[in-house]
């Protein structure tokens, strides 16, 4: 991972998108909430899916609320998918059940349009990464920067 942290990357596909998210994915503990910045179509939902995809995780529910969607793998492990796109304010969120995610003893929660929040109000004990994604010169290329946040 560290070689991954601070560092800008690029992929020209959204095969190289897999493998940098398999590359990344092979660090993170247990208990992650890993924000995703980016313009439209950027490729926030595009990663969500390759990070499923290498989880193996099948869609058990349909979204419990407009903003969440939940899969799980053979293996138990749990991947939230929220995404604040269309959040309204802080009441939204809070009706939302975000918040409840939290109180899981493991998950990889993965936020879209994570700027929407205010990254203060994460729970201490969940280690928080942040890939910003942004688009390149041509239609596949793209740029992805993490970092780890220190609470
Ligand atoms: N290298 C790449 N990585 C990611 N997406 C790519 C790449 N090359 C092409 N694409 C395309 O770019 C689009 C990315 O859309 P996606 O829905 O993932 O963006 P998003 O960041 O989730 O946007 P939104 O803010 O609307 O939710 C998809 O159509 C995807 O096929
Ligand atoms: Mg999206």
Redesign the pocket.
Known sequence: MQSLMGVTRT????N??REYWAELLSYLPAKTVLL?N??????????V?AIADILGMKDVQSPSFAIHLRYENDQGKSLDHI?L?RLKDDDDLESSGFWDLFSQKESLIVI??ASRLNTEYLPLNWEKFEVQ?AKGAT????QLTARKLVS
Do not use: F, H
């Open positions: 992929v020209k596909s959204k190289e998108l995703l980016g313009e439209v179509g950027a490729g926030k939902t595009t990663s899916q995404d796109y879209e349009w994604i239609d596949d290329l793209r």
